[in-house]
């Protein structure tokens, strides 16, 4: 018991660090988050035809939980590119000097985030246009295998955003990075 009581008061305090760097954020970090996750959305919304175009065509109707996943995928991921910049010169930092090399937790955070990307693509979009479910299981086996196992994917797509975003988010506050002058 002791040890679940220590794992969620870590996570605890993983997301207060989280929180604390999001309120510290400068208005660049902001737009480029705003702008990101809009260009993320735009496309694929359109894609898999969550936004109505002449474009692309959608043999199976989106199922209802697809808008939610679409958009919190879209809004995590513009949190995610925005904890790539650098604060603007407003920004407060503990440290004039240059942040160390890391343990390769920017490396982790950004193939976290590019695997939850990809697994939120294939759960929002259609089973039988995804060109590799249909080959590996035919028009059949992406209605009766993966269609059923899309919400896993976004759910397991949604968890690694959040895991990468918050250990981005947390980098910040625990190892700023000093201000651009």
């Known amino acids: 018991m002791?040890?679940?009581?220590q794992w969620v008061s870590r996570r605890k305090a993983?997301?207060?660090l989280a929180a604390q760097a999001l309120v510290a954020w400068s208005p660049r970090q902001l737009g480029l988050a705003a702008t990101a996750a809009v260009v993320v959305g735009v496309?694929?919304?359109l894609v898999t035809v969550l936004i109505p175009n002449p474009v692309f065509g959608r043999e199976i109707p989106p199922e209802p939980w697809n808008y939610p996943v679409w958009i919190v995928t879209s809004a995590l991921t513009g949190i995610l590119f925005a904890t790539y910049v650098r604060p603007g010169a407003a920004a407060t930092s503990r440290s004039d000097e240059p942040a160390a090399a890391g343990d390769g937790s920017d490396r982790r955070s950004a193939r976290l985030g590019g695997f939850a990307a990809v697994l939120a693509w294939f759960a929002v979009g259609c089973p039988v246009c995804n060109k590799i479910a249909l080959l590996a299981l035919g028009?059949?086996?992406?209605?009766?295998w993966f269609a059923p196992a899309q919400p896993v994917l976004a759910a397991t797509a949604l968890v690694l955003f959040a895991v990468a975003v918050v250990r981005r988010?947390?980098?910040?506050?625990?190892c700023p990075v000093p201000a651009v002058r």
């Open 2 to 5: 002791r040890r679940i009581e």
């Open 14 to 16: 993983s997301l207060g």
């Open 43 to 45: 496309v694929v919304g």
């Open 139 to 144: 028009y059949t086996g992406a209605l009766t």
């Open 169 to 174: 988010l947390q980098g910040q506050v625990v």
